[in-house]
């Protein structure tokens, strides 16, 4: 707690390795995967498709595009629109943010792709994600946990004022949810 601060949120590089892993399982060597970032430059936004691309592990995939979306569904819409046209056998889309994921899985419906023929990852369980899920367009995304980045504020605020020592980073947790567990967040 030197300057008086300490923050608790997502370690976005770990919590994008949990898209990375997911779409380790489900793919295979040289499968075609599309990025839709969120703001290029933005650290926790660039975290999350860092961290994805370590959680692939060994696995080489065939990175056809990444494009900015600036976390908006608009964006979503046509950044993926132009991925599916050039890679009309698209393995997998991975996206940084909500909203654009939902825009992604409207991409998706809108080019009549059946929902198993390609993987859709996004990133906050937010804005349409549900929805999308349900539906079975999007496999997967990434939770964070509002909630506890308050709760985890708080105890360090307490923390502080008893004079204990207090991490300036306080990661809050993220989890990987799917259709079969997403009544849970």
Do not use: H
């Not at 990175?63 to 009309?88: F, H, M, Q, W, Y």
């Amino acid at each position: 707690w030197k300057n008086g601060t300490a923050l608790a949120t997502t370690n976005n590089f770990e919590a994008g390795k949990l898209a990375g892993q997911y779409l380790a399982s489900v793919l295979k060597e040289g499968d075609s995967l599309g990025i839709l970032e969120g703001v290029p430059g933005v650290p926790a936004l660039d975290d999350r498709v860092n961290g994805m691309l370590e959680g692939l592990g060994g696995l080489k995939l065939n990175v056809v595009g990444r494009a900015p979306t600036n976390c908006t569904e608009e964006l979503g819409i046509s950044a993926a629109e132009d991925l599916l046209t050039k890679t009309p056998d698209l393995k997998a889309l991975y996206v940084a943010c909500g909203p654009p994921a939902a825009g992604a899985a409207r991409a998706i419906s809108n080019a009549g792709i059946a929902p198993d023929a390609i993987q859709l990852v996004g990133f906050d369980f937010c804005c349409g994600e549900a929805e999308a899920m349900t539906s079975g367009i999007e496999d997967a995304s990434v939770a964070q946990f509002p909630t506890k980045m308050a709760e985890y504020g708080v105890d360090a605020l307490v923390k502080a004022i008893r004079g204990e020592t207090v991490p300036s980073l306080i990661d809050s947790g993220a989890a990987l949810v799917t259709k079969e567990n997403m009544s849970q967040f």
